[in-house]
C-alpha cells in the first residue's frame, strides 16, 4: 500500500526565518511526487513535479527536492503571504490517481 | 478562465436523502477526479476518470456513484447519505499524470450530513 508521511503536521515560523517541510513515502514505483498547496477554504494549487532520486525544482522562496524515500520543502525566507497548508502527494507505477498526505500547515508571523 | 466548476459549494442533506454533485472543467481534460478530504485524513480519491464514458475506483468509493456522460462534466452522486459522507469534496482534472502531474483543482464543495 502506497503511504505517505508529512512532518511536522503544523510549524510556525517567524517572517525571514527558514525552515524545512518533510515528505517521506512508501510506493512501488514511483512515478512522481507532487507538491501542492491549499489556502483554507481552497483548493489545492499545484507547485512542483519531481520524477527522481536528486531532482530539484525552484519556484521565488520554495525549492523541492527528492531521494528515493523522501522529499523536502526548502522555505528560504518566508513572508507572511507563504501561510498555508502544503500537501505532498505521490504517484504509484500502476496508478491513475495520486495519494496525499495529510500536509503541513504552515503560519508565517509578520 | 474558469477552469474547474463544482456545484454546489454547500449543502446540508437529512440522513437517506440523495444528491449529486456536479464538476465541470473547460480545459478540454481527458482525466477527472473525485477527492473527499477530512481533518486529520488528507486526500482521499474515491472515484475517478480516464475519458469521456470511463469510470473507475479509487481509495474509498462506497456508497458513490460516478458518471462522465460528457469530456467536460463528471458527476459524483451520493444515492442515500450518511453522516460519515459529510466531508469536503474536491473536483479535479489533468490532461494526464504521466505528463506534468498536474491536478487542477476546484474550490471544493463542503456536504454536511445530519
Known amino acids: 500500500e502506497d503511504q505517505v508521511t508529512q512532518s511536522p503536521e503544523a510549524l510556525r515560523l517567524q517572517e525571514g526565518e527558514s525552515s524545512s517541510l518533510n515528505c517521506s513515502y512508501t510506493?512501488?514505483?514511483?512515478?512522481?511526487l507532487f507538491w501542492y498547496r491549499q489556502d483554507p477554504g481552497k483548493g489545492p494549487e499545484f507547485l512542483f513535479t519531481?520524477?527522481?532520486a536528486g531532482e530539484e525544482k525552484e519556484k521565488e522562496r520554495l525549492k523541492a527536492t527528492l531521494t528515493k524515500k523522501e522529499s523536502f520543502l526548502h522555505i528560504t525566507a518566508p513572508k507572511p503571504e507563504d501561510s498555508a497548508t502544503y500537501l505532498c502527494?505521490?504517484?504509484?507505477?500502476?496508478?491513475?490517481?495520486?495519494?496525499f498526505g495529510k500536509g503541513t500547515h504552515l503560519i508565517i508571523q509578520p | 478562465n474558469a477552469g474547474v466548476t463544482q456545484t454546489p459549494k454547500f449543502r446540508v442533506l437529512k440522513t437517506g436523502q440523495s444528491m449529486t454533485l456536479l464538476c465541470a472543467q473547460d480545459?478540454?481534460?481527458?482525466?477527472m477526479y473525485w477527492y473527499r478530504q477530512d481533518p486529520g485524513m488528507g486526500l482521499r480519491l474515491i472515484h475517478y476518470?480516464?475519458?469521456?464514458?470511463?469510470?473507475a475506483k479509487g481509495e474509498v468509493p462506497d456508497g458513490y456513484n460516478v458518471s462522465r456522460l460528457k469530456k467536460q462534466n463528471f458527476l459524483l452522486g451520493l444515492e442515500s447519505a450518511a453522516p460519515s459522507q459529510t466531508s469536503v469534496y474536491f473536483c479535479?482534472?489533468?490532461?494526464?499524470?504521466?505528463?506534468?502531474?498536474?491536478?487542477?483543482f476546484g474550490e471544493g464543495s463542503r456536504l454536511t450530513v445530519l
Open positions: 479535479a482534472s489533468s490532461e494526464a499524470l504521466g505528463v506534468t502531474g498536474e491536478l487542477f
Open positions: 510506493v512501488s514505483g514511483l512515478r512522481g
Open positions: 519531481l520524477y527522481s
Open positions: 502527494a505521490v504517484q504509484a507505477g500502476s496508478a491513475d490517481g495520486l495519494t
Open positions: 480545459m478540454n481534460h481527458e482525466y
Open positions: 476518470s480516464v475519458g469521456e464514458g470511463t469510470t
